[in-house]
């Protein structure tokens, strides 16, 4: 996670915002639309996690926490903020992946701006 916040500080403007986005899977669907508050509690410690890390690295950015599928949330956030550079980070191929595509082809196909695609060990 530091490659990528380091990356995108590095590729963001003047007075740009950095936004760290994190989906959370595996809630119920009805918690997805009207979370109740065992899924407010894991997005909240969600956030103070990622602050954590943020606080740790001495990096600054806007966290954004939502349950859903990655790539919807990556996408979702990206046109709610005006992203104009999405930075994601690939890994290890895996079989589901070559059937079903990854979360990185699905935000390069449908994010409102370029995305930037950081591999594994650079």
């Known amino acids: 996670m530091e490659k990528l916040i380091e990356a995108g500080h590095q590729m963001l403007a003047p007075n740009g915002n950095l936004y760290l986005v994190h989906a959370v899977e ?15 509690g894991v997005i909240a410690d969600t956030e103070n996690r990622l602050t954590e890390l943020l606080h740790e690295a001495g990096q600054q950015a806007f966290i954004r926490v939502r349950a859903g599928h990655p790539s919807d949330v990556i996408v979702s956030v990206a046109k709610d903020v005006g992203a104009d550079l999405v930075v994601i980070g690939a890994h290890r ?7 079903f595509g990854s979360v990185v082809d699905h935000v390069i196909q449908r994010a409102p701006c370029s995305v930037l695609v950081l591999r594994p060990g650079t």
């Open 26 to 40: 595996g809630l119920p669907s009805s918690s997805v639309r009207s979370p109740d508050g065992w899924a407010v």
């Open 93 to 99: 191929d895996d079989v589901l992946e070559h059937i």
